[in-house]
């Protein structure tokens, strides 16, 4: 994830600019840059690793202005390298941009048509380009970003700085967070508050669809309608600023919010734009590779349970699935030609951390799913394939499960890939409906008042059932883990075809009922296990896609529509009603969202 920071201000930019980057350093270290205007000039530093390389750029070859943007990358779009860094630049114009445009390609052939050649490989250069190009027709520096941002779609955080303008940023929110910062005669933009918190304590959010005008004495903020939008200025305590909860209530919500943008991180990590060839940081060879042993706790060992079905459906490789706590104690045997792939948000889980030491020197590779690559987990496996979900505080997991169960995907088509079960237009068509992941889940996420107003209902609750079939079963499970972590609702999750085997008994008038079904080649089946349900008066909440709903809402209680999407990705997508459903429900009942009783972040004692 990458860290966005702007200053409109009375004194040099470039180290306030630079001290602000520091406080955003663990979005994205894989290069940074900045970009002043001075005397009406538009100047630019950047460099590739550390946030120090560019210090001592900036010691060595200074750049002087009051004004300037600021970025701290992580790679998507393109190799780390000085010319991918931001500031981009085109002319007139600088872009820093967090996020993934999606219909980049298309602006770019749009643009060559008017003969506007490219020098990187970066998403973000097209914003450059594009805003330029607007300038040289004739519009305003502003109409120009306007329009620009209008032509964009994705997830994305914007800021641009123009040449011959000391007095103006434009800023653009949409899908990842964004806060303009007010001071005394001086204006900021930030990632987040963490940023700005040494400059300023007061704080306004850009809410989804904002742009924002900022001169060093005004802030005019516009919705994606066009109309003027007052938003709302906090002050902050600068000592909360270490985690902000970036204008949502809690940070669950903030991490649900987020999702579209870190998926599409993590998809561009491994997917690269243009290809359909997965490609991983280390060398992996499923070819030599027999089997699979996959080891998890909690939230990821339901996402190691969705795996099991793309590594043996998509890959037709073998996988077993243990809960860590249990794995080295059963001291199970590991093949020859066997990898073990541990999965873990904090890569320090103790249960976790102790069945990869019993695999060394057993499993010919260990492999290693994780959010924080200097984790211990992360050190000593073989391979560590980072999630990019960001820093996650929530201590119920949601934008962190989805980019692992994104990874884990991409990983069973690299499987799939070595081992030739699936054709090269298969492979493809996974990786455009990968591609186009981030579109859906921000299409999810916009039906959050409908699952607000199912979850109100489902408060007054003392028990609720989940069903699925196929990939929606380990979901299910996972949907039932995150309502009782929060709302402290007893909730089970079930295969849809074991409720006539026992939890049948349990369903009367007051007993809620989660079905999760998207229309696909067991939709019948789920549909017919629900008929079950409602003919026992259970209380029916349909989880589907328009033609599911279509076919199955009669008698059910309420229903919640999803997006349609490739088969493969729906426990993606469908986690968001699910996440919705628990972090809406605990807050009607009013416990604690973010730490919830008992309950730790990581656990790192056995």
């Known amino acids: 994830m990458c860290g966005i920071v702007g200053v409109l201000g009375q004194h040099e930019a470039a180290p306030i600019l630079v001290e602000a980057l520091k406080r955003l350093e663990y979005r994205g270290y894989d290069s940074a840059g900045i970009a002043t205007v001075n005397d009406g000039e538009l100047g630019r530093r950047r460099a590739v690793g550390k946030l120090v390389n560019l210090s001592d750029l900036l010691v060595h070859n200074p750049l002087r202005g009051k004004s300037g943007i600021g970025h701290t990358r992580w790679a998507t779009h393109g190799a780390p390298s000085v010319t991918n860094a931001h500031p981009h630049k085109a002319g007139p114009v600088a872009v820093v941009h967090n996020g993934i445009v999606e219909n980049y390609r298309d602006l770019r052939a749009e643009l060559a048509e008017h003969g506007v050649d490219f020098v990187t490989e970066t998403d973000t250069e097209t914003v450059a380009l594009m805003a330029e190009y607007y300038l040289n027709i004739g519009l305003s520096p502003v109409d120009a970003a306007f329009k620009t941002i209008d032509q964009l779609q994705g997830a994305f955080a914007l800021a641009f700085l123009f040449d011959g303008q000391d007095d103006l940023i434009v800023a653009a929110r949409k899908g990842s967070p964004l806060a303009i910062g007010h001071g005394e005669g001086e204006m900021y933009v930030g990632s987040d508050a963490i940023a700005l918190a040494p400059l300023t304590d007061r704080i306004t959010y850009l809410e989804e669809g904002d742009r924002a005008v900022l001169t060093r004495t005004s802030l005019e903020i516009r919705n994606e309608a066009g109309e003027l939008a007052n938003r709302e200025t906090r002050q902050i305590k600068l000592d909360q600023t270490r985690a902000d909860k970036a204008g949502h209530k809690h940070f669950m919500a903030k991490e649900i919010a987020e999702q579209p943008v870190v998926v599409a991180e993590a998809i561009q990590s491994y997917l690269p734009t243009g290809g359909n060839e997965i490609t991983l940081p280390c060398e992996l060879d499923f070819s030599k590779l027999d089997r699979l042993t996959m080891v998890a706790c909690g939230t990821a060992f339901y996402a190691c349970l969705t795996a099991k079905y793309w590594f043996e459906q998509l890959a037709r490789m073998p996988v077993e699935v ?44 260990i492999v290693s799913v994780i959010n924080v690559p200097e984790s211990s987990i992360a050190r000593e496996s073989d391979i560590a394939l980072p999630i990019h979900a960001g820093v996650e505080i929530g201590v119920a997991s949601t934008k962190a499960f989805t980019c692992q169960l994104s990874v884990l995907l991409m990983l069973a088509l690299k499987a799939a890939a070595d081992r030739g079960t699936l054709s090269d237009e298969e492979l493809a068509d996974h990786a455009a409906a990968l591609r186009g992941l981030p579109t859906a889940l921000n299409a ?108 199955a809402e009669d008698g059910v209680w309420s229903t919640i529509r999803m997006p349609h999407i490739h088969p493969s990705l729906a426990p993606i997508l469908y986690s968001v009603p699910a996440q919705l459903l628990a972090y809406h429900t605990a807050v009607a009942k009013g416990t604690d969202v973010d730490q919830p009783r008992n309950l730790a972040k990581s656990v790192t004692v056995e």
């Open 444 to 551: 999810a996420l916009d039906q959050n008042q409908s699952i607000k107003a199912s979850a109100q209902r489902l408060s007054e609750a003392r028990d609720v059932l989940f069903l699925g079939r196929g990939l929606m079963y380990p979901l299910a499970m996972e949907g039932a883990l995150k309502l009782k972590e929060i709302s402290y609702i007893h909730a089970e999750g079930y295969a849809s075809g074991e409720l006539k085997h026992g939890p049948i008994a349990l369903i009367d008038k007051h007993m809620p009922v989660v079905v999760m079904a998207p229309r696909d080649a067991v939709f019948d089946k789920t549909v017919s296990n629900m008929q079950e349900v409602m003919a026992r008066k259970g209380k029916v909440i349909l989880v589907s896609d328009d033609d599911g709903v279509t076919e």
């Open 322 to 365: 243990d809960i860590a706590s249990e794995f080295r104690y059963r001291e199970p045997p590991i093949p020859d030609r066997t990898a073990a792939l541990f999965v873990s948000q904090s890569g320090e889980t103790a249960d976790t951390l102790a069945a990869l030491r019993y695999c060394e020197g057993k499993a010919d590779k």
